[in-house]
């Protein structure tokens, strides 16, 4: 069975993984946003595996948002 992150934990992984895809987008490289993305797209399953909410789930619109962009960038990088 899987262990459950704590809100703290998943509080934390959301941003690093926000400031890991602004990195991404402020110096796009190909293997930096693919990277950031894979990251945020992680860390939303993690949150929504974990369903949580209240700060979290301000936490889980950001990291939607940065996954969209960071599609983009990637798109447009590659």
Known sequence: MKKR?????LRLA?????????????RPTLTRVRDAHKLVVKVLTLVDDNLCGGEIGALVEAL?????????IEQRTA
């Open 5 to 9: 992150q704590s809100g703290e934990e």
């Open 64 to 72: 939607k948002h940065m996954a969209t962009e960071l599609t983009g």
């Open 14 to 26: 959301a941003q690093r993984a926000l400031a890991f895809g602004y990195a991404a987008i402020d």
